[in-house]
């Protein structure tokens, strides 16, 4: 879907005008603003976090990530999902979801940039 809509795209820029659409092959007179809302809506959808299973892939080793998992509770006797920041090396996990017995990553997602804000130190005598 997205290499269509790419292609369609870079078709459109490099002509100016709609000189026979790559997806459609007609001439609409409306393709553009199509185009242009179908572009919105892809990348708007590919720009939300999303989370990862862990069985398509890992993130990178030693990179903090936010991490869905399951954990066994031995007060309660039962498996309970929980999320936390870990890491990975290797697939062994660390942090918060490689504490506990039986813990087991299901998904995971990147976290977002910290705030740009300056922090200005407390002055100390």
Sequence with gaps: ???ELIRALRHCAKRGVCNGCPRCGKRIKNCPTELYREAADAIEKLSKPRWVSVNERLPEDGVSVLCWYEYYHWSKE????????????????????????DCNVIAWM??????????????TD
């Design 1 to 3: 879907m997205y290499e």
């Design 110 to 123: 990147p976290l977002q940039e910290p705030p740009k804000e300056k922090t200005y130190a407390r002055e």
């Design 78 to 101: 039962k498996v309970l999902p929980e999320y936390g920041i870990g890491y990975q090396y290797h697939g062994q996990w660390g942090g918060e979801a490689g504490t506990g017995r």
